[in-house]
């Protein structure tokens, strides 16, 4: 099978600009897909961080430390950008205007008003493929809720919970960094580090809550500076959500959670959905278990519990009895980028990557989640217009 390239620019070359890079080096993975990606450019402030790059992408051809430089390169098709909060709406408007595909990590802007002026050079630019990183739902378990969803096992819908919580700030002495600062990462705090991964779902779903109140909480005050003294923590570690949803006449209680503190949960991310037909639960504590319980009305009630076998979204090479990882979650989210960009609406799977109207969506909900906070009150929300 022919293969179209798509030649990527990589704007914020951390953590996450590697793990795409490893995605790439593990394309031949995916069996049958007509694309493939190649990272050709990558920019980033610190010379180090591009360094490991250039020495161990060979595909990376031109480096730059300005990002407009990279844009203006003719070679790349689309960017991946990974920056804090408070550079999305100028880097991601702007990777927009110039026509490059774009996926961003989420929140897709500090606030909503920044969220707004990203959602206006979209509006703007309606060839560009624009999507969010959100890998979690690409693990088969969350992949085999999509279809049960889709296919109206559950019933009628009794109540959601939905998480990400992990716990790598739990030690005080760990130093603050820029997701700790309003200036760089914004009011919102750990709804904008975590939300969209725990709202992507329950929002594909049609899930939209007409209410929330609130839970937001500030487990440690302050940490190290890096410069011998101490810096006050200034955003929320840990987020509970009470929403009221509507949905197809009916309505249930949502709980969303999001925790950057949250003892014995490395990288945790799960959903609950109880049905009056159907109610399961998956988490990435056991990737490869799902539980679930069928009910027929005066039938038993048992819990049933089976390994979930390695059926993904774009098939691999890799045998159903294997385990699934997060590597490989990136490696289907990825590849439904691709596939969008180069199949459009025929694309390989129907399952897409997170949507920017998502990202409004949880930017609406976060904005009425602080005035909760502030008010000690339950906030109503208007989906209309």
Same mark, same amino acid.
């Given at each position: 099978?022919? /293969? ?12 996450? *600009?590697?793990? &795409? ?16 990606? #190649? ?6 402030? %610190?010379?180090?961080? =591009?360094?490991?790059?250039?020495? +161990? ?18 070679? !790349? ?11 999305? @709406? ?8 110039? *026509? ?11 606030? /909503? ?17 624009? #999507? ?6 690409? &693990? $088969? *378990? ?11 096992? &559950?019933?009628?819908? =009794? ?15 760990? $130093?603050?960094?820029?997701?700790? =600062? ?6 919102? *705090? ?13 929002? #594909?779903?049609?899930?939209? $809550? ?7 909480? /500030? !487990? !440690? ?41 949250? $003892? ?14 159907? +109610? ?13 319980? %069928? ?21 691999? =090479? ?21 596939? @969008? ?16 109207? @998502?990202?409004?969506?949880?930017? #609406? ?9 502030? @008010? ?10």
């Amino acid at each position: 099978m022919s /293969k179209k390239t798509i030649r990527f620019g990589v704007i914020g070359c951390g953590l996450m *600009g590697k793990e &795409f890079a490893s995605a790439v080096a593990r394309w031949c993975h995916l069996t049958n897909v007509n694309f493939e990606p #190649r990272i050709v450019a990558v920019c980033d402030a %610190n010379q180090s961080a =591009i360094n490991w790059f250039t020495t +161990s992408v060979p595909s990376v051809k031109r480096s730059y430390t300005n990002y407009k430089d990279l844009l203006a390169d003719e070679e !790349v098709d689309a960017v991946y950008c990974a920056v804090p909060h408070n550079l999305h @709406e100028r880097i991601y408007s702007d990777i927009i205007n110039a *026509g490059k595909h774009l996926l961003g990590e989420k929140p897709f802007g500090i606030d /909503k008003a920044a969220n707004d002026a990203i959602m206006e050079a979209i509006n703007a630019n309606p060839g560009v493929v624009v #999507r969010s990183s959100s890998e979690f739902p690409f &693990f $088969p *378990g969350a992949f085999q809720i999509s279809k049960w969803v889709e296919e109206g096992r &559950f019933g009628d819908i =009794i109540e959601v919970e939905a998480g990400f919580w992990h716990s790598s700030d739990l030690n005080p002495n760990k $130093p603050i960094n820029w997701k700790r =600062i309003v200036a760089s990462n914004g009011e919102y *705090g750990c709804m904008g580090d975590l939300g969209l991964h725990v709202l992507h779902l329950p929002l #594909r779903f049609g899930w939209k $809550p007409n209410s929330v109140r609130a839970l937001l909480s /500030k !487990v !440690v005050d302050k940490r190290p500076d890096g410069k011998g003294g101490f810096a006050s923590c200034e955003t929320w570690d840990n987020g509970i959500l009470a929403c009221d949803v509507k949905s197809q006449g009916r309505q249930f209680p949502m709980m969303l959670s999001m925790k950057r503190i949250a $003892p014995g949960h490395a990288n945790t991310w799960f959903i609950r959905v109880t049905g009056t037909k159907m +109610s399961m639960e998956y988490s990435t504590k056991q990737p490869k278990q799902i539980a679930y319980l %069928n009910y027929e009305p005066g039938g038993s009630q048992a819990w049933h519990v089976e390994d979930v076998a390695y059926v993904s979204a774009y098939p691999t =090479i890799t045998g159903g009895i294997f385990e699934f990882g997060f590597s490989d979650s990136i490696l289907q989210m990825w590849a439904a980028f691709c596939d @969008e960009i180069v199949n459009g609406d025929q694309m390989l799977q129907s399952f897409r990557c997170a949507t920017p109207e @998502e990202a409004a969506d949880s930017h #609406r909900l976060f904005t009425a989640a602080l005035e909760s906070q502030a @008010e000690g009150e339950t906030i109503k929300l208007n989906w209309e217009g």
